[in-house]
């Protein structure tokens, strides 16, 4: 990050006025909200809060979205950096409606992509009729759950890659070719580096987005506690029974555990990138 | 090793970015291939490097060999060749010394080299790139000069026997361009690795290569030495683009040529010009004098003098219209006091005529020197 100094005369002024309207805002907007979770949940004292995120249901469900989120978070990075790839490097017929086509899970309610996938994968769905004799259960289980997650994760991978791949010079992959690097190590140890960054905002993005994900999991989940039931469908059932102060410490302890994920990811992403930095 | 290009074409669609090329680069040499934007230069140098192909057989004998070897079906990836590129590609996410290992760490295990020599080997080079202190920096923290020698170094890390460079010094300052080209020159000689480079800047190929390939739209002109192509060019575009150039139109006819005013005597033996032609003439070769010495000249009037530099640059316009330029030496210059608007006479001490049929591809050339004036 570059020092302010003394001499901004040229620049645009306004710092001043920028810091005071960012903290101003994101104090209003982020700050304000997430201390009345702090509030409400700290009613339960410590060892009534103690209590509400150790029960097992809760714990089991803290598994299932954490798990669930990173495992599609995950499936995401490796085929979203396919789609991008191949939407960056090669021009085909077509090309743009598959771009638009990216987009498509950031349009749709994701109520009515729930209901979708829910009929898809149920027994008697397109897919899931095909999957039913195999002896693989994809609506109303955990695969379920992973399916949605995928479906509403992959835009972030994918429009995060694109300028970072539009941005690789082709001719690094000739130079690694004719200093006799194979595909798979100009891959390897040329491309993955590089993109190594947007990769893995990426992935935070697709991950964060798959953790609060409501609206499409609860059609195809089924939502039996112990199984398939995920952290806010536990919350929302909580708030439904006026259990305001249990759900924001199941919210919190969510929070806390997001944040600590978040920092580690980006811990990993400013080791990445240190080739960007200069001394 | 020796590189051998017989036959060659490219296309891209329809464009014919190479038509049939040939070419012999001998072992040890600095060879230069010459010629401006979209003249296909890039595209043989690429075509040799394996990284693009070229056009399936359009002649049978189609081939391109390092020292007889056949490399067609070879990849860039085995051909063993050193590749500078003209904006760098270095990986900017590692360091100098890891950039430069790259090609040895990436060697199949049997031929991999061991840590301390690698170490070694890359310790080597920086000395020979004159860059020892600079090997934990990455890319981003190197200048365009420095940059361009660390992909050098990359590059003949594993001692290939052919090194090719695609415009190694375009993208750096005049200043820089002129120290590198001739350091690059001296390396070359010590190593004695075969090199090819490619350039659109005649000086730089003049003065550093030991033969220099002239290409335009995808064919070569001319092969030669830089005193064959810049003293015998072989066709009115070698002439053209080798520097600056008066040209007139005129006629050869019985042993004569006749442009502007003049009728100048033309050798007979390479007679194979008659009627039409262009004659051209080095601004060098253009002599000035204020008085008639009785031979035949023109008469011109002074224009403009750039007298800054090693040589009197003098704009010149006849008394038929025609515009001029002549490079006197600095004392001619003071001895004749010149000025704008003055009266001279002028006289092309050597001159080329070239006949003017454009579509003729290998045009019949001659030369003539007028007795010296001076």
């Given amino acids: 990050m570059r020092k302010r100094t003394s001499h901004t005369a040229a620049r645009l002024p306004g710092f001043t006025l920028t810091i005071g309207f960012t903290i101003a805002y994101l104090s209003a907007v982020v700050l304000l909200p997430l201390s009345m979770l702090f509030m409400r949940a700290a009613g339960l004292g410590p060892a009534g809060f103690w209590e509400v995120v150790t029960t097992p249901r809760v714990v089991a469900a803290y598994k299932l979205s954490f798990g669930a989120a990173f495992a599609a978070a995950g499936i995401n990075t490796i085929f979203g950096a396919v789609i991008a790839w191949c939407l960056v490097r090669y021009s085909f017929p077509g090309r ?97 580096p590089m993109v190594m960054p947007s990769l893995l905002t990426g992935f935070t993005l697709a991950f964060a987005r798959a953790l609060g994900e409501y609206g499409s999991v609860v059609f195809i989940s089924g939502n039996m506690p112990m199984k398939t039931e995920i952290v806010p469908l536990l919350i929302i059932a909580q708030l439904e029974q006026y259990q305001y102060e249990a759900a924001a410490a199941i919210g919190l302890t969510m929070l806390g555990c997001s944040i600590l994920i978040l920092l580690s990811i980006n811990f990993l992403q400013w080791r990445a990138s240190r080739f960007g930095r200069t001394q | 090793m020796s590189i051998e290009v017989h036959h060659v074409s490219k296309h891209f669609g329809t464009y014919t970015a190479l038509h049939d090329v040939c070419l012999t680069v001998p072992t040890g040499q600095l060879v230069a291939l010459l010629g401006p934007s979209g003249s296909g230069k890039t595209t043989l140098l690429r075509i040799i490097a394996g990284l693009e192909p070229a056009d399936p057989a359009p002649h049978p004998e189609g081939a391109i060999y390092f020292h007889s070897r056949d490399v067609a079906g070879i990849n860039a990836r085995d051909r063993q060749v050193g590749f500078v590129f003209q904006h760098y590609a270095l990986f900017r996410h590692m360091t100098v010394f890891e950039n430069i290992a790259f090609g040895l760490r990436v060697r199949r295990r049997r031929d991999r080299p061991s840590r301390s020599e690698i170490r070694s080997r890359v310790q080597e080079l920086l000395e ?67 090199t090819l480079f490619v350039t659109h800047d005649q000086d730089e190929a003049l003065e550093v290569a030991d033969q220099i390939v002239v290409m335009n739209h995808g064919r070569i002109e001319q092969i030669g030495t830089p005193d064959q192509v810049f003293h015998h060019p072989a066709s009115e575009f070698v002439m053209r683009f080798l520097g600056d150039v008066n040209t007139f139109h005129g006629r050869v006819n019985r042993g004569t040529v006749q442009f502007s005013s003049l009728e100048l005597p033309f050798p007979h033996e390479r007679q194979q010009i008659a009627g039409e032609a262009r004659v051209f003439v080095r601004p060098y070769d253009v002599t000035i004098d204020t008085k008639s010495n009785g031979l035949p000249c023109l008469e011109a009037r002074v224009v403009r003098i750039h007298s800054a530099g090693p040589l009197v640059r003098v704009e010149l316009v006849t008394s038929t219209q025609q515009h001029l330029i002549s490079e006197i030496s600095q004392e001619r210059f003071a001895t004749m006091q010149l000025e704008p608007e003055s009266r001279v006479f002028v006289r092309p001490r050597h001159i080329r005529v070239f006949a003017s049929e454009p579509e003729v591809q290998n045009p019949p050339t001659a030369e003539a020197t007028t007795h010296s004036a001076n």
């Fill in chain 1, 96 to 192: 743009r409606i598959v771009d638009a086509m990216v987009d498509l899970p950031f349009a749709l309610p994701t109520a009515v992509s729930g209901i979708a996938l829910a009929t898809l994968y149920s027994p008697h769905g397109w897919i899931g009729q095909l999957l039913a004799p195999l002896g693989v259960k994809a609506a109303y289980s955990r695969l379920g759950i992973a399916i949605a997650l995928v479906f509403i994760g992959i835009p972030f991978v994918v429009r995060t890659l694109q300028p970072a791949l539009e941005d690789l010079d082709p001719t690094i992959e000739e130079a690694a070719a004719s200093l006799g690097a194979s595909r798979a190590q100009t891959l390897r140890r040329v491309i993955l």
């Fill in chain 2, 128 to 194: 020979l790139v004159q860059l020892e202190g600079l090997a934990q920096r990455f890319p981003n923290q190197l200048s365009g000069g420095q940059r361009q020698r660390v992909a050098l170094a990359r590059a003949l890390a594993g001692e290939p026997k052919v090194l090719l460079l695609d415009e190694p010094f375009g993208a750096l300052d005049a200043k820089v361009r002129k120290e590198l080209r001739t350091w690059l020159r001296n390396l070359q000689k010590d190593l004695h690795v075969t």
